[in-house]
């Protein structure tokens, strides 16, 4: 299957144009699943409830609709990062859509990022995987900050997922250690959509680092981008061969977890 | 407080020699807590019950004895992986004694490699973390394969840990890739104390690969040693600096875990 991420700076609170520039990459790009960033059609830095309504919308609101459209249109699955609104409580959502999906599905941000908190309640889904029959893959989804605790992608492996797609606004760089290790220690697929730019608001810029990979199961990086500027990376990927978790006659990375001993 | 790895290839089934090695360095090595390699006493290859009843004895037993003595008579904290066996099982454990512990305490590796699993037991005393008063220090311990599992460090960074020892005999390389990220995921110390050298047994060669390092909270390398050849390798740390796990005004690592959401 071809598993692809884009790279952009999303306009800030400019939805129609986010959704615009979103739905022709969808449209343009050949691949089986695409991977946009954390709040891509609004942008970042939106702070409290009241900057977050304004870029807030339902997943059946008119820019995700536009966006479910083309993935359906486009015989493609698409994840993108949104800001939600379900029944007046503001969520950092992803939603995938698109083919083999009866009807869009959101994963809601399990840890929050500073300010975010302060607009946006935590997920409330937990981590959850699709089954793309006709790709023949588990696809599980995180959001940027979820990286920060093993415990996530930790719980998409043990779900079942092939791979993870991580829609992101990674403003550091220490992640870049970190997210190779999460595909080896699961031996699954690591999809990160990182965006670029900077924003500003209430006297605080933030700035985001680019640089979306895609890792193979074993840590290795199978495409990435620069740290500046758009870019779309693309790889072809083979979601069945994460499935076996043994390594020797006897060592099973999953099945020799001893829960009982942890915590 | 000074950290110090001892790297060396322990002579197969020769406790006397192997401990009379281990007595010289903790007299002549100048630091606080000093780390040897997973069944340093013994070497690693004994394949079944058999073969390890001959190298296995009890925390009481002669050679760790005199490794305790020596700890207590340099006024060091020793860390040391031997076979242990205890009311009729054997475990592969590491003793922690010396400075500061009123008595020696036994760790019993949780998750057990390859062909461990014929001649030892899965550890009983799971994860635990001791209290060095005088280095102001939360030591816990795990073992080699231990890492494999980001369940294991968690635990005891979740018990207070500010430094993870980690007695080892690895065989792989991907370990490398991994361990800076254990120290980076729960912003502790991770010293690595793994063997050299080649073993032969029942048709089968296991080499190991050296490179015992130990790594800072934020997962950088504070102190390495080569692939091959024995080597000490020594740093200076801090263990209060890894307390505050906050990173921002609103974000700390281990607060911001949500239990309920994973597995």
Chains 1, 2 share one sequence.
Not at 33 to 44: D, K, Q, R
Request: net charge negative; glycine share 6%; charged share 20%.
């Amino acid at each position: 299957m071809r598993l692809a991420c884009v790279q952009f700076a999303p306009t800030f609170a400019d939805l129609d144009a986010n959704t615009d520039r979103i739905v022709a990459d969808i449209e343009r790009i050949d691949a089986d699943v695409i991977v946009f960033p954390e709040l891509a059609t609004s942008g970042y830095f939106h702070i409290g409830p009241h900057e977050v309504a304004r870029i807030a919308e339902p997943l059946d609101g008119p820019h995700i609709s536009r966006i479910v459209s083309a993935a359906e249109s486009a015989s493609k699955v698409v994840v993108c990062g949104f800001a939600e609104v379900h029944q007046g409580t503001f969520f950092n959502s992803s939603v995938i859509a698109g083919k083999g999906l009866a009807q869009p599905q959101v994963y809601r941000k399990t840890h929050l990022f500073y300010k975010e908190t302060l607009g946006f309640a935590p997920g409330d889904t937990g981590f959850f995987v699709i089954h793309l029959e006709h790709l023949d893959c588990h696809l599980g989804m995180m959001i940027c900050y979820d990286w920060r605790f093993p415990e996530s992608a930790r719980t998409l492996a043990l779900k079942g997922a092939d791979v993870v797609v991580c829609p992101s606004n990674l403003i550091t760089h220490i992640w870049r250690m970190a997210m190779p290790v999460r595909a080896l220690e699961n031996k699954v697929y690591l999809a990160v959509a990182n965006r670029t730019g900077a924003e500003h608001n209430n006297n605080e810029d933030v700035s985001f680092n680019g640089q979306s990979a895609i890792y193979s199961f074993n840590g290795s990086v199978l495409a990435d981008a620069p740290e500046h500027g758009d870019a779309v990376i693309i790889t072809e990927i083979l979601p069945h061969e994460t499935r076996i978790k043994s390594f020797n006659s006897i060592n099973d990375i999953i099945k020799d977890r001893r829960e009982e001993r942890y915590w």
